[in-house]
């Protein structure tokens, strides 16, 4: 995989990164939506490929890109199918740091050091070159306002910075709502990534989505466990159903 093409993790954080403050906006989703967009990256190198529900590695040769080779590698090792929610709700610890610090490597950001409470150290980081911002949020905008079927890894950016609530950072108050709609519904535009942004929201809902346990012995079916939903279908949440935690940093 070349280098000269930013990777959908590298641009949703980048979306996320508030230009003013030099925070993340949705850390705690953005994280899941991290771990999703590496899934809908590989996808497009044809590594993996969505198996219903399931992501099936299908090429395991290294895209040359550390991080996703390093999702690559645990996916190959599973040896079988894995379920979109299980892996995104799976720990992820430190992943946006390490995205921050290979933007920062990139010289697409910079940290800025300083203080929480005037005790605790803390670090910020600012895009070094607004540009690039501009032309990722101009993709999602021209999408947005043209209704044209956006090309596919626009079309997943759209998905997954629906799924982790970026929607309200990106088009805030009662002026953005129509534009965050149409932002949701660009969702449609591309299989892979409706996949994953489901998943990221199921997580984010509490959504085991567990397989359907066998009638028991005398049970009529449908009186027992809920039946697992279809592939694409959000199940729906169990009620003492607790989200899956995942590292900020």
Not at 47 to 71: C, F, M, Q
């Amino acid at each position: 995989m070349g280098r000269s093409r930013r990777t959908i993790p590298e641009e949703l954080l980048l979306l996320a990164l508030d230009p003013t403050t030099g925070t993340t906006a949705q850390p705690q989703s953005l994280d899941l939506g991290l771990a999703g967009a590496q899934l809908v990256e590989l996808a497009l190198a044809g590594r993996i490929a969505p198996d219903g529900d399931r992501i099936a590695v299908v090429l395991p040769r290294p895209t040359g890109d550390p991080t996703l080779d390093s999702a690559l590698e645990l996916l190959r090792r599973r040896g079988s199918p894995v379920r979109a929610v299980h892996w995104i709700g799976g720990p992820r610890l430190g992943l946006r740091q390490t995205y921050l610090t290979h933007l920062e490597r990139c010289g697409m950001v910079h940290a800025v050091a300083g203080q929480m409470c005037g005790v605790l150290p803390t670090t910020r980081y600012q895009a070094t070159d607004t540009a690039i911002s501009r032309e990722i949020r101009n993709r999602l905008d021209s999408a947005i306002r043209t209704g044209v079927p956006p090309d596919p890894r626009t079309a997943a950016l759209a998905a997954l910075a629906h799924a982790v609530g970026l929607g309200k950072h990106l088009y805030p108050g009662n002026e953005g709502r129509s534009s965050r709609s149409r932002l949701r519904d660009l969702i449609r535009h591309d299989p892979m990534g409706g996949l994953v942004a489901h998943a990221v929201m199921d997580v984010q809902n509490g959504v085991a989505a567990q397989p359907r346990r066998a009638p028991a012995p005398g049970r009529q079916a449908g009186t027992g466990a809920a039946a697992e939903p279809a592939a694409g279908v959000p199940a729906q949440p169990s009620r003492r159903g607790s989200m899956a935690r995942v590292g900020a940093r």
